[in-house]
C-alpha cells in the first residue's frame, strides 16, 4: 500500500494531537526538553586495573607511619559488592577497568584466560582497555577474550601487523563517548607501546604499536570539536612516570584527565600535569579510582577524585560471583591450595629495589643451578603479599601462589657475558627505573640479581649511577667472562638472555622456574628470604616504594 504525503501527515498530526508534543511551535518544544535534562548533576567514573587476576580477598600492604601494614582486601565477588554499592550513590555511574585482567593466577594459566571471562561479565563493567599482559595467550586469544567481554573496548595505538611494517586497521576502537542528559564524556585508550620489549616478543607478535602522541592531538580534535565532548579522559596502561610525562605533552592540549594503570602505584591526591591530572588506582582490586564531576548547565564545573579502599573484611560478598568462582576454581582447586613450602617471613613485591618474594626466587635459582656465576630475575610487579601464618606458626606457599609470583613458568636459560657488557647493562637497567626524564622510564622495579653486589646512585646521571660491582666478593673485571642465567624469554633472540644482548653460548637447562622453586622450597623450607642487600643505592632507602619523583605523589 501506497502513502501520500497528504495522509501521512495526516496521522503525523494524530499522533501529535495525542502527545502533546508535536502541537507545540519549535520552539516551545525545545523549552520543553530543557525542562526534562536537569541543569545540574553529578557524573561517577569508577576505575580498576591491574587486577591480575586475584580472584579471592588477599593480603595487601600499606606503608603507614614508616612501616608495613598489611589488611585483607580485594577478590572479585567483594569488589563486585563494593562497586554495586557506588553505582547505587551515584547519580550517574560508569565503570572501568584499564588493563592486565588475564594474568596473574594458575587459574587464569590453566584456562587460558577464560574463567576470567564470566567474572568480569557479572561484575557489570563498562568499557575495557587492555593492558600490556593481555597478549601473554598471544594475539588471537586476546582478540578472543577481549571479544568476549560485554562491554566496549578501546584501544587507539594497537594496529594489525600486516608484514613488512604495513600497518592495517586499529584492533579495536579507538575511543567511546559516554552521553548523559546531553553531556558527552569522551574516553580515549592507549596501552603500553614498549610492549614488544617488556613482554616476550611472540606474544605480541601480529599487532603494532606507535605512541601515544602519533594520533593523540587528531583524536582529541574528534573529541572536542567533532563530538563536542564536554570532558575529555585518557584511559590509559603506560605506566605512571610514561602518564605524567603525557600529560606534560603539547598533543594532550584539550585532555582533563588521564585515568592510568600498569605500574601499580597508588595516587590519592591527582597529579597535576600541564595540560591534564593523573591519577593511578593500585592494583589487584584492592583499590577503586573515583573520579566524580560536576555538571552544570552542559560544563564540567568540578572534579573530585579519591582512591577507595576495597576493605574485604567490611563488605558481604556477591553471592553470584562468589559461585562462579567456585564453579570455575573447582577443576584446578587441589594443585592450587597444594603448599610447595613455608616462609617464615612476610612475601610481598613492594619496594622497588630488593623484596622477599625475588629474593626467595633467587634463592632456588642459585641451589638449583649453583654453578652459574650470576643469576638475574627480572624486576616483576604483580602478585600481592602473603603475610597470614597457618596452623604451622608460618607462611604457606601454594603452587597458586608460585603462579602469582611467576605466571609464565618459562625456562631457566644459561649464558656467558664480559665484565664490561654487565657493566653497561646494569647502567640501562637502572635508567629505566630511575631517568630523570618521565619519558625514560619504564617497565618494573630494579633488575634482582644473586652473586653480584652493586652500589648505586638511584638518583645520579646517566652512565654513571653504578659505583661498585663486585662478583662473589670481587671487583668486577671488565674483560673477564662470567655465567650467567634467567628466564627464558619467548621470541628472542639466541643471543639475548633478560635484555641482555650479545650473550655467549646460550643453553637452556632442563629446569622451569617452578620446579627450581618447588625443588628448593621442598628442600629447605620453611624458609628465611630476607634481602641480602645485593643492590644498594647509596641516596635512597631500601624501603623505596616508588619509582616517580618530582612531583607531587607519595606510595601508601
Known amino acids: 500500500m501506497k502513502y501520500s504525503r497528504r495522509k501521512f501527515m495526516s496521522q503525523l498530526g494524530a499522533l501529535g494531537a495525542g502527545t502533546g508534543l508535536l502541537s507545540l511551535s519549535p520552539q516551545v518544544a525545545q523549552a520543553e526538553a530543557k525542562k ?122 594497537m594496529y594489525h601487523d600486516l608484514g613488512e611494517g604495513k600497518r592495517g586497521e586499529l584492533i579495536f576502537n579507538p575511543y567511546h563517548i559516554w552521553s548523559v542528559n546531553g553531556v558527552k564524556i569522551g574516553f580515549l585508550g592507549y596501552t603500553d607501546h614498549l610492549v614488544p620489549k617488556r613482554q616476550s616478543p611472540n606474544y605480541s607478535k601480529g599487532i603494532l604499536y606507535t605512541k601515544p602522541e602519533e594520533n593523540l592531538a587528531h583524536y582529541v580534535d574528534v573529541l572536542r570539536n567533532q563530538e563536542k565532548c564536554a570532558f575529555v579522559c585518557i584511559i590509559a596502561h603506560l605506566g605512571l612516570s610514561q602518564q605524567i610525562n603525557l600529560a606534560n605533552l603539547p598533543e594532550c592540549e584539550g585532555v582533563d584527565y588521564i585515568l592510568g594503570g ?11 600535569g600541564k595540560y591534564a591530572k593523573v591519577v593511578e588506582p593500585g592494583a589487584f582490586g584492592s583499590f577503586v579510582g573515583k573520579l566524580e564531576l560536576t555538571i552544570e548547565d552542559g560544563k564540567v564545573v568540578q572534579d573530585d577524585y579519591e582512591l577507595l579502599e576495597v576493605t574485604s573484611d567490611k563488605i558481604t560478598p556477591c553471592p553470584v560471583v562468589t559461585e562462579i568462582v567456585d564453579q570455575n576454581e573447582d577443576p584446578f582447586e ?76 618459562s625456562l631457566i636459560r644459561t649464558g656467558k657475558v664480559k665484565g664490561s657488557q654487565i657493566a653497561a647493562w646494569l647502567e640501562k637497567e637502572l635508567n629505566n627505573v630511575f631517568a630523570k626524564e618521565a619519558s625514560k622510564r619504564f617497565g618494573g622495579w630494579v633488575i634482582k640479581f644473586r652473586g653480584m653486589e652493586v652500589e648505586f646512585l638511584a638518583f645520579g646521571e646517566e652512565g654513571n649511577r653504578v659505583q661498585k660491582v663486585t662478583v662473589h666478593d670481587k671487583p668486577l673485571e671488565m674483560d673477564r667472562v662470567y655465567s650467567i642465567c634467567a628466564c627464558e624469554r619467548d621470541g628472542d633472540p639466541d643471543d639475548m638472555l633478560c635484555r641482555f644482548t650479545g650473550v655467549m653460548d646460550t643453553e637452556n637447562t632442563e629446569y622451569t622456574l617452578h620446579q627450581a622453586v618447588k625443588n628448593y622450597l621442598a628442600e629447605h623450607s620453611p624458609v628465611t628470604p630476607i634481602p641480602p642487600k645485593s643492590a644498594v643505592a647509596l641516596d635512597a632507602p631500601a624501603t623505596l616504594l616508588t619509582q616517580v619523583y618530582g612531583v607531587d605523589y607519595e606510595f601508601r
Open 36 to 157: 526534562l535534562k536537569p541543569k545540574s548533576f553529578k557524573l561517577t567514573i569508577l576505575q580498576t586495573t591491574d587486577v591480575h587476576c586475584q580472584i579471592h580477598p588477599h593480603d595487601e600492604l600499606f606503608w603507614e607511619n614508616g612501616k608495613a601494614v598489611y589488611r585483607k582486601t580485594g577478590g572479585y565477588a567483594h569488589l563486585k559488592a563494593f562497586l554495586d554499592q557506588e553505582r547505587e550513590k551515584a547519580e550517574h555511574c560508569l565503570v572501568m577497568d584499564t588493563g592486565d585482567m588475564f594474568q596473574g593466577s594458575e587459574l587464569s594459566v590453566r584456562t587460558t584466560g577464560e574463567a576470567m571471562v564470566p567474572i568480569l561479565n557479572e561484575i557489570g563493567y563498562d568499557l575495557y582497555l587492555p593492558g600490556n599482559w593481555e597478549v601473554v595467550y598471544y594475539k588471537q586469544a586476546m582478540q578472543h577474550l577481549l571479544g568476549s567481554l560485554h562491554a566496549p573496548k578501546i584501544c587507539a595505538n
Open 334 to 409: 587441589e594443585d592450587i591450595y597444594k603448599i610447595a613450602g613455608y616462609s617464615t617471613v612476610p612475601l610481598y613485591r613492594y619496594f622497588v629495589i630488593e623484596n622477599p618474594i625475588d629474593t626467595m626466587i633467587l634463592d632456588a635459582i642459585s641451589w638449583q643451578v649453583p654453578e652459574i656465576d650470576i643469576v638475574l630475575s627480572n624486576g616483576f610487579r604483580f602478585c600481592p603479599p602473603r603475610t597470614t601464618p597457618d596452623e604451622t606458626g608460618n607462611i604457606p606457599i601454594t603452587n597458586g601462589y608460585i603462579f602469582d609470583m611467576l605466571p609464565v613458568d
Open 262 to 272: 600498569d605500574t601499580h602505584e597508588r595516587v590519592r591526591k591527582p597529579i597535576q
